[in-house]
C-alpha cells in the first residue's frame, strides 16, 4: 500500500501562475484534507473533503480551490499564486468515523517568488 | 491567535535525559492526537487520547490527556538521537483537526 501519495514534491513558480496539487489514498478512506505548514505556524486547514461529492473551507481557504475527483483523489488549485502562498503544503485522509487517525502525505514544497 | 499551543517551542537535551512537553487550549476536544514530524516527511501518527484523564505508554513515551480535554502532555524518558523531530498536537473538534505550533526536539549524543 502506498498510503497517501502527493505531486509534485517541488514546485517553483511565478507570481499570478497557476498549478494544481494533486493527493490520492489508497486506503479506502472517506475524508480528504489539504493543510499548509510555515515555520512556527503548525498545520492550517485549507480545505477539506469529509466524503466524495462535498468539499468545505477550512481555516486558510483564499486563494485555493479544490477537487474531490472521486474516493481516492482530492487536488489543490491555486489560480494565481502569490509569495504569500510559499509554503509546504500537506495532503492528510482518515476514515472519517470513529477516532479518525489522519494519514498524511510527504508534502509539497512550493515556493511563489 | 493559536487555538492550540505547545511548549516549549524548541527544546534541545543530551541523550539519557527525560522531558516533558506541554499542549494546551481554552477549547474542549473530543479526541487529541500526537505526531512527530522529520524533516522532509509529513506528520507521523503516535497516538491518540480520547479520554479526560486517559494516559497511555509507547515504550519511553508517555502522553496523557487532562481531565477537561482541554491539554494533553508527552513525557519521553531516556530520550534518545532518534527521537529527534517536530512534535506535534492536534485537537478534533466535529470533522476536523487544530495543530499547534510544535515543540522541535533536538537530542544530542
Known amino acids: 500500500n502506498a498510503g497517501v501519495t502527493q505531486t509534485p514534491k517541488f514546485q517553483v513558480l511565478k507570481t499570478g501562475q497557476s498549478m494544481t496539487l494533486q493527493c490520492a489514498q489508497d486506503?479506502?478512506?472517506?475524508?480528504m484534507y489539504w493543510y499548509r505548514q510555515d515555520p512556527g505556524m503548525g498545520l492550517r486547514l485549507i480545505y477539506y473533503?469529509?466524503?466524495?461529492?462535498?468539499?468545505d473551507k477550512g481555516e486558510v481557504p483564499n486563494g485555493y480551490n479544490v477537487s474531490r475527483l472521486n474516493k481516492r483523489e482530492f487536488s489543490l488549485r491555486l489560480e494565481s499564486a502569490a509569495p504569500s502562498q510559499t509554503s509546504v503544503y500537506f495532503c492528510?485522509?482518515?476514515?472519517?468515523?470513529?477516532?479518525?487517525?489522519?494519514?498524511f502525505g510527504p508534502g509539497t514544497r512550493l515556493t511563489v517568488t | 491567535t493559536q487555538l492550540l499551543e505547545q511548549s516549549p517551542q524548541f527544546l534541545s537535551i543530551q541523550e539519557g535525559e527525560n522531558l516533558t512537553v506541554y499542549c494546551n487550549s481554552s477549547?474542549?476536544?473530543?479526541?487529541l492526537q500526537w505526531y512527530r514530524q522529520e524533516p522532509g516527511e509529513g506528520p507521523v501518527l503516535l497516538v491518540t487520547?480520547?479520554?479526560?484523564?486517559e494516559v497511555k505508554k509507547l515504550k519511553r513515551l508517555t502522553f496523557q490527556f487532562g481531565d477537561a480535554r482541554k491539554d494533553s502532555s508527552l513525557h519521553i524518558t531516556v530520550a534518545q538521537p532518534g527521537d529527534t523531530g517536530l512534535y506535534l498536537c492536534?485537537?478534533?473538534?466535529?470533522?476536523?483537526?487544530?495543530f499547534g505550533p510544535g515543540t522541535r526536539l533536538s537530542v544530542l549524543p
Open positions: 492528510a485522509s482518515t476514515t472519517g468515523t470513529g477516532v479518525s487517525e489522519q494519514y
Open positions: 486506503m479506502n478512506h472517506n475524508s
Open positions: 473533503s469529509a466524503s466524495e461529492g462535498t468539499t
Open positions: 477549547s474542549v476536544f473530543s479526541s
Open positions: 487520547v480520547v479520554t479526560g484523564g
Open positions: 492536534a485537537g478534533r473538534i466535529d470533522q476536523n483537526f487544530v
